[in-house]
């Protein structure tokens, strides 16, 4: 349940800032008869956001398990990718995501109603579909036949729906670069169990081999059933049985995407200007 609440809570708060920062700023400069398109592009986005989600589930449901299990394995390498790049992608652009914003809403301010309702629904939406694929593929690799994974993610959004209206406000402060730096970094524990699930699926398929061929077995020790092994489950997606090809998917996206996740931003560049000031002159090119 805390991994989807992290997934609702990251996802949820991407996209309410997005909205707090149209809106403010159109009641800043005096447009509030823009406020009413920009509405109706994030109604779009989150109509269509909840209609993919249905897609996802219900669409499945038809198919045969081999095919369900392909679907979903395929489903969750994609949503891994996808959040990988997100989480990348805002650690880079948190501490200036307010004037590019600014800078798109400028532009379409110019270009009339139609360039409004577009600019919202495309800064929202890309957050609603990468939240609703994600969601269903943790969901989906939660699989004990419980409420409680799609409770999180409602609890997550919930909470950022609160804090956004607080940002909005002025009534809170956030510090956005460390905000989605630490829980990028828990995203992506989160999305290196995804990511073995998925190919846990794949190979329920058929489509990857060595189904048999498990890494460990602690069942007896860490029974899936116990509320530690529920525990687990729900935050990490840990299974006490995973084959081999699941644990070497596990450490070879885990390890190194934390690795270069973790490393200061500009750390390389400014080692590198540190070096070419050390150069003796004559043996620069």
């Known amino acids: 349940m805390f991994s989807n609440y992290l997934i609702g809570l990251r996802e949820g708060l991407e996209a309410s800032l997005v909205v707090c920062i ?13 406020l009413r398109p920009i509405w109706i592009g994030i109604g779009i986005a989150i109509a269509i956001a909840l209609g993919f989600g249905c897609i996802l589930e219900f669409g499945s449901q038809e198919l045969t398990f081999q095919a369900q299990e392909a679907l979903g394995g395929s489903l969750s390498i994609l949503a891994v990718g996808l959040v990988t790049w997100m989480v990348f992608w805002m650690r880079r652009t948190a501490r200036h995501l307010k004037s590019e914003l600014h800078g798109k809403l400028d532009a379409a301010l110019a270009m009339g109603t139609g360039a409004l309702v577009a600019t ?15 969601v269903w593929a943790s969901v989906h690799a939660a699989s004990d036949g419980t409420p409680r994974p799609l409770i999180g993610v409602a609890l997550g959004l919930a909470t950022a729906v609160l804090l956004g209206w607080l940002f909005y406000r002025g009534a809170l402060r956030i510090n956005l670069a460390k905000f989605f730096t630490w829980t990028g970094g828990m995203l992506v524990v989160v999305a290196a169990g995804v990511l073995a699930y998925g190919f846990h699926d794949l190979q329920e398929a058929d489509w990857v081999p060595g189904q048999s061929n498990l890494a460990f077995d602690i069942s007896g020790t860490i029974p899936p059933d116990s509320w530690y092994g529920t525990l687990l489950k729900g935050v990490f997606n840990f299974q006490p049985d995973p084959t081999v090809v699941q644990v070497t998917v596990w450490l070879l996206y885990l390890v190194p995407t934390l690795v270069l996740f973790f490393v ?3 750390f390389t560049s400014r080692k590198a200007k540190q070096q070419a000031a050390s150069t003796p002159v004559g043996e620069k090119a």
């Open 120 to 134: 919202a629904f495309l800064a929202v939406g890309r957050e609603g579909l990468e939240t609703a694929l994600f």
């Open 264 to 266: 200061p931003a500009g």
């Open 22 to 34: 149209l809106i403010a700023y159109l009641v800043k400069t005096g447009r509030r008869d823009a």
